[in-house]
C-alpha cells in the first residue's frame, strides 16, 4: 500500500490518495486540482475512484475537475451528506466559492481494500475509511471526525455533538492502539495517542 498526502485550499485540508495493487482512491479532494494532479502523476495506478469522508466545502472543492480529468463518473459519499454535497449554501465566500460542476454522487461501492464507518456528528453522513496493512498498523481516514489533541466542529449544518462521541465511542476506541489516523486537517495520530492525549476520547 501507497500512501500520499497533499495540503490544499485556503483552510488548509488534507487530501490523501491511497494505492492498493495498481487501484487507487482519492480522499477528499478539496481544492487545487493541479496540485491534486501533481500528487497522482507521482503514484502508478490503473483505476481511481473518490471517496469523500464528508461533503463540507473544503473537502470536494477540486472533486469535479478531478473526476473529469481522470474520467471518474461519480464520487462515493454516505447518503446523509447529499442534500450538503449539492447545496449552494455549502461555502465559504470569498475565500471558497461554492464548487462547480460536481460529479454525481454515489453510495459507497464495496471493495476488498478498505472498510466504511459510518462517522456522523460533523455532518449527518461523516464517514471514516479503514484500510488494512498485512505488516503495519490499519489506516484510517477520518475526515474531520478527530484531530490531533481534538474532534471535528458540531456547530455548522448537521452537526451533532452527542451523535460525533458515540460515533468515536463505536468506531474509533475500539480499534487497535497502534491503529493510524488521518486526519482532515492538521498532522496524523494514532489511536493510542489520543486515548492517552484526547480529552474527548476519556
Known sequence: MEICSCCVGP?????????????????????????????LEKMDFDSLRILLTHAHFDHIGAAGEIAR????K???????????YFSRD???PPYCPPAE????????QSSGDFVVLPMP?????????????KDAPDVVFVGDSVFAGSIG????????????????????LPLDEATILYCGHGPETSVGAEKRANCYFR
Open 69 to 72: 480529468r481522470y474520467q471518474v
Open 90 to 92: 455549502n461555502a465559504m
Open 74 to 84: 461519480a464520487v462515493e459519499m454516505a447518503p446523509g451528506d447529499r442534500e450538503l
Open 153 to 172: 466542529r458540531t456547530d455548522l449544518w448537521g452537526g451533532d455533538l452527542e451523535a460525533l462521541l458515540a460515533s468515536i465511542k463505536r468506531e474509533i
Open 121 to 133: 456528528g460533523h455532518t449527518p453522513g461523516g464517514v471514516a475509511l479503514r484500510f488494512a496493512r
Open 11 to 39: 483552510i488548509g485540508t488534507n487530501c490523501y490518495a491511497v494505492v492498493c495493487d495498481r487501484r487507487a482512491y482519492l480522499i477528499d479532494p478539496g481544492a487545487e486540482p493541479a496540485t491534486i494532479a501533481a500528487m
Open 101 to 108: 460542476d460536481l460529479p454525481p454522487a454515489e453510495n459507497f
